[in-house]
């Protein structure tokens, strides 16, 4: 019997999960921050302690792991690799590899080695992958390198939003009441004027009030969900350029809390849908509704020379779901 393990590391939780190679989970582990980006020591002792724990609950040492492979958030360029190559290397599996995390959440939410993901959540990002296996990245390094939306930006449209509707230059919207009141405010004026005299940063979960006002209809927030849509969209659409994937049938897998979870009412979707479409009308758009780390162990196990079909995927997918990853 071979065994895999595959790790899915964020800014604030970090999952280890050891399959075999008929789908069956053995051992899971847990962990906090995993992006080195953040905090490269907690991150390096946050995946140590998720694989350490996967590896107890499933009764096998390190040398047993015929691979492992790590999606890792802030694995974009040379220079992080740089300093991730090592980190893994110190927790002594024998074959190991790593990518982006945005590469396993493609992989966990299509039947196919190939396809587009689009991240959205407290910030965004994009990428692809051909059948000839070229791949194309598209943004994920912020607003000041193109990017526009996740909770972080989102957050501060509302923010803006309330302040241009207050001084009459956006119209009104419920948005300037529940913002008040999030923040413990009892007026926009006495909101502006706390934080002109003292900046701070705004927290990314103001976001989900843009999806509370938009279900009932308020234009403002509507449009800044219709916005974010039409930016992923233009993201999605300059990968599958890049490509050359327009003629193409493959899948665009929407991951992230906000298109996940967030996304109730489809604004953000029709909005990508409405421009993808234009650029490769035979793809098809899939909410990823199976953990990222399952992407992991699917590429674990595809790099040691398997195929994986929908029946396995669907298996780990069930077998991964126990609530120690559910936290």
């Not at 689009?118 to 070229?134: F, R």
């Not at 029709?270 to 992407?295: F, H, M, S, W, Y």
Request: proline residues 3%.
């Amino acid at each position: 019997m071979r065994y895999f393990l595959g790790v899915d590391a964020g800014g604030s939780k970090t999952y280890a999960v050891i399959a075999d190679e008929q789908g069956s989970v053995i051992g899971v582990g847990q962990g906090g921050n995993g992006n080195h980006q953040k905090n490269r020591e907690q991150a390096e002792a946050n995946l140590h302690r998720a694989v350490t724990e996967a590896l107890k609950a499933s009764g096998l040492t390190q040398e047993q792991i015929e691979f492992a492979w790590f999606g890792l958030a802030g694995a974009d360029r040379e220079s992080d690799f740089r300093i991730l190559r090592p980190m893994i290397r110190r927790l002594g599996l024998p074959r190991t590899d790593i990518s982006c995390d945005t590469w396993i959440a493609l992989r966990a939410g299509t039947e196919k080695s190939y396809g587009v993901v689009l991240i959205c959540g407290s910030g965004v990002n994009c990428a692809g992958k051909n059948p000839q296996g070229e791949t194309y990245q598209c943004g994920g390094f912020g607003y000041r390198f193109g990017d526009f939306g996740g909770g972080y930006d989102l957050s501060a449209e509302v923010f803006r939003s309330v302040m241009r509707a207050d001084d009459g230059r956006e119209k009104p919207t419920v948005l300037s009441e529940r913002l008040t009141s999030l923040l413990g405010y009892s007026h926009v004026s006495e909101l502006r004027e706390d934080y002109l005299d003292d900046f701070r940063d705004l927290p990314p979960h103001i976001a989900e009030l843009l999806f509370q006002a938009a279900e009932e209809g308020d234009e403002v927030a509507v449009g800044l969900l219709i916005k974010q849509g039409d930016e992923l969209g233009l993201a999605a659409s300059a990968t599958i350029r890049q490509l050359g994937m327009e003629t193409g049938t493959f899948d665009i897998v929407l991951a992230g809390s906000l298109l996940t979870k967030g996304d109730r009412s489809g604004i953000i979707r029709g909005a990508i849908e409405r421009n993808v479409k234009q650029t490769a009308p035979d793809c098809t758009l899939r909410v990823l509704t199976r953990e990222p780390v399952i992407g992991s162990v699917v590429l674990a196990m595809e790099n040691s020379g398997m195929q994986v079909n929908r029946e396995m995927l669907d298996r780990l997918s069930l077998a991964a779901m126990p609530q120690a990853i559910k936290c």
